[in-house]
């Protein structure tokens, strides 16, 4: 985990540029097998002093710590692209060849981005499924 300044990463409608972002950066694992690369960005003002800026969110993640600070979730968007890994991903991967799949997911409170996440993950053995409401 690290901090940077909100104006190198411009995608977090209402964080202001001269605020601080909290980076989580993990290598997620099944079985101790890594399976996904995850790099996350908050607000700090959202972050400062709670479990979001420790190693170990704790059960539910992340989102379960927003919605505990009183940050309602209600609104996700996730952007799934395919694309061949760079070397460092296809390390931390331990990937063979082939593709990765690629999320950007943004979740929002309100009117108001909460986190950020960039995730990365082997294109074989990965389903992604998507349902929702019809309006």
Not at 21 to 42: F, T
Not at 57 to 65: C, I, K, V
Not at 96 to 106: D, E
């Amino acid at each position: 985990m690290w901090f940077e300044p909100a104006q190198d990463y411009a995608e977090l409608p209402g964080v202001a540029e001269d605020s601080e972002l909290c980076v989580r950066d993990r290598v997620m694992r099944a079985d101790g097998e890594p399976v996904m690369l995850a790099v996350s960005r908050l607000p700090r003002d959202i972050t400062r002093g709670t479990a979001l800026e420790g190693t170990d969110t704790g059960p539910g993640g992340a989102l379960a710590r927003l919605e505990e600070a009183g940050f309602e979730i209600t609104r996700h968007e996730e952007i799934v692209s395919a694309r061949m890994p760079d070397a460092n991903e296809r390390q931390l991967l331990d990937l063979g060849s082939g593709p990765v799949l690629t999320v950007r997911r943004r979740t929002w409170s309100g009117d108001r981005v909460v986190e950020a996440t960039d995730m990365v993950m082997s294109g074989i053995g990965y389903e992604l499924r998507y349902a929702w409401d019809a309006d």
